[in-house]
């Protein structure tokens, strides 16, 4: 794994298959890998859930260790698919992998929640809302 891989999540339960109806995915959880730089032993997950706890104790914006993560999301009976980034797409442009972990340090425990998650859904160029809703 390296940084800039996805892990996408789903569960069929309550809101989360409400989530995944409303914006017309397959998948209702999304996170992104991180590993240090110099320090391939060491693998994190950085995510937002919106469980507010679920996946980390301080809900929120989060960077979990991946063994700790993996495990709550499987008692949670989350499906997860690993999605490696192309080596073509690995440029982060200015933000390197170092300046990458200074901006989520600035992010770091920033409440995320069902309004945030709306407008993600909602706020597009054109066509503002997923299909039924667009008629």
């Not at 569960?11 to 989360?16: E, K, N, V, Y």
Request: net charge negative.
């Amino acid at each position: 794994m390296k940084t800039g891989d996805v892990l996408i999540g789903r569960r069929f339960t309550g809101d989360s298959t409400g989530s995944m109806l409303l914006q017309g995915g397959f998948a209702n959880h999304a996170a992104m890998i991180y590993v240090p730089p110099n320090q391939s032993d060491k693998v994190y997950v950085l995510d937002c859930p919106s469980d507010m706890g679920i996946f980390n104790s301080q809900g929120g914006v989060a960077m979990t260790e991946l063994n700790e993560w993996l495990e709550r999301a499987l008692a949670q009976d989350y499906e997860i698919a690993w999605l490696p980034l192309d080596e073509n797409l690995r440029s982060f442009g200015d933000l390197d992998e170092q300046n990458l972990f200074k901006w989520f340090k600035t992010v770091e425990h920033s409440p995320y929640s069902a309004v945030q998650e709306f407008f993600a859904a909602v706020d597009t160029p054109d066509e503002s809302f997923p299909a039924p809703l667009n008629a």
